[in-house]
């Protein structure tokens, strides 16, 4: 059996982690850091995915009904390996600086 996608790198592996063991008010907080992130990484959000995906997928995975979160997750999916590392630490960084204070 193959891993999942963000299980390729140790860095996205542990920001999802991170995330879906957070709070439901944390999560959202979060996608929308990653958002962030991924924009000044320079990804440029392709739509017609999220689009694609949202209308031809059932959604059961723990971040589909949350929209940030299925959007930021999809965005990450999207983007280069080294995109995805620059993020993840990113969110890393910040969940702790939250978490310390």
Same mark, same amino acid.
């Given at each position: 059996?193959? %891993?999942?996608? =963000?299980? !390729? $790198?140790? *860095?996205?592996?542990?920001?999802? $982690?991170?995330?879906?063991?957070?709070?439901?008010? *944390?999560?959202?907080?979060?996608?929308?850091?990653? !958002?962030?992130? #991924?924009? #000044?990484?320079? =990804?440029?959000? %392709?739509?017609?995915?999220?689009? *694609?995906?949202?209308?031809?997928?059932?959604?059961?995975?723990?971040?589909?009904?949350?929209?940030? !979160?299925?959007?930021?997750?999809? =965005? !990450?999916?999207? $983007?280069?390996? &080294?995109?995805? $590392? &620059?993020?993840?630490? %990113?969110?890393?960084? =910040?969940?702790?600086? &939250? %978490?310390?204070?």
């Amino acid at each position: 059996m193959g %891993n999942r996608w =963000y299980e !390729l $790198s140790p *860095d996205v592996c542990i920001a999802i $982690s991170k995330i879906e063991m957070a709070k439901e008010e *944390d999560r959202t907080r979060y996608a929308k850091v990653m !958002l962030k992130e #991924l924009r #000044l990484a320079g =990804y440029e959000p %392709n739509k017609q995915i999220y689009l *694609d995906r949202i209308r031809g997928y059932k959604m059961r995975r723990w971040y589909d009904k949350n929209r940030y !979160l299925f959007m930021a997750f999809e =965005y !990450l999916k999207d $983007s280069t390996n &080294e995109v995805q $590392s &620059e993020v993840a630490c %990113n969110v890393l960084k =910040y969940i702790r600086q &939250e %978490n310390a204070a």
